[in-house]
């Protein structure tokens, strides 16, 4: 699974990338590559979204009804799919971001163990 790599070899969490793309959606409304960007920026270039991953999850998230989109000009002047998070979305976010507390806080706890 190549969702996304970090330098080395590592991989997200599976059902991380929704929750980033969700959570990049809460923002402002984006196109693909500006999502990928934004994500790769705030990890300071830990974490680069793979085309191949992230069009199919936005594809998911749209039958899913968590996200919109539009296609209209990106700001080079291209014509690009701009995806908005709807209500349904926000509220996954959520799920998504307890979900990943959880997780987080379980590992950590195991870590801490002497």
């Known amino acids: 699974m190549k969702e996304a790599r970090t330098k080395g070899r590592n991989e997200l969490l599976p059902g991380t990338l929704e929750m980033l793309i969700l959570k ?3 923002i402002e ?38 996200v919109l989109a539009e296609w209209k000009i990106s700001a080079n002047n291209r014509r690009a799919r701009f995806y908005t998070l709807t209500t349904a979305g926000k509220k996954q976010l959520g799920v998504e971001a ?10 950590m706890r195991v870590m801490k163990t002497t």
Not at 42 to 56: M, W
Request: hydrophobic share 45%; no cysteine.
């Open 24 to 26: 990049t959606l809460s």
């Open 29 to 66: 409304s984006m196109h693909g590559y500006g999502i990928a960007q934004h994500i790769q920026m705030l990890s300071a270039d830990v974490l680069t979204i793979e085309e191949g991953s992230l069009y199919p999850a936005l594809q998911r998230m749209l039958v899913k009804g968590w």
């Open 98 to 107: 307890s979900r990943f507390s959880q997780m987080s806080g379980a590992i």
